[in-house]
C-alpha cells in the first residue's frame, strides 16, 4: 500500500515538474504581448491600405467638396495607427 502511495506521489511530482518546465520554456506574458504587437502591425498595414484605396479613387472619381476630407481622414486615421503601434512597443 505504502509503495502505490509513493508511486501515485512521485508521478504527480513529475507531472508537477513538467507543467513547471513548459511553463518556463513558453513564457505565456512574452508570447500574449508579442501577439498583441502583432495584430496591432496588421491593424496599421490595413490603415496603410485604407490610404492608398482612398488615394486611388479619389484620382478615378474626384468629387472636390469629398476628396479632400477623405484625404485627410484617411491621413489621420494612418498617423494614429502607426502610433498606437509605437506606443505599444515602448508600453509592452
Known amino acids: ?18 507543467f513547471n518546465f513548459l ?3 513558453i513564457n505565456i506574458p512574452l508570447l500574449l504581448k508579442a501577439t ?6 496588421m491593424y496599421a498595414i490595413f490603415a496603410f491600405v485604407i490610404f492608398n484605396q ?3 479613387m479619389n484620382k478615378i472619381i474626384y468629387i472636390p ?12 486615421h494612418l498617423l ?3 502610433s498606437l503601434f ?6 509592452l
Open 65 to 76: 467638396s469629398s476628396s479632400r476630407i477623405l484625404i485627410v481622414i484617411s491621413v489621420i
Open 54 to 56: 482612398v488615394r486611388t
Open 23 to 25: 511553463t518556463q520554456f
Open 86 to 91: 509605437l506606443a505599444a512597443v515602448v508600453i
Open 36 to 41: 498583441a504587437l502583432l495584430l496591432i502591425l
Open 1 to 18: 500500500m505504502q509503495r502505490i502511495l509513493s508511486q501515485t506521489q512521485s508521478e504527480k511530482e513529475t507531472e508537477v515538474d513538467n
Open 80 to 82: 494614429l495607427s502607426i
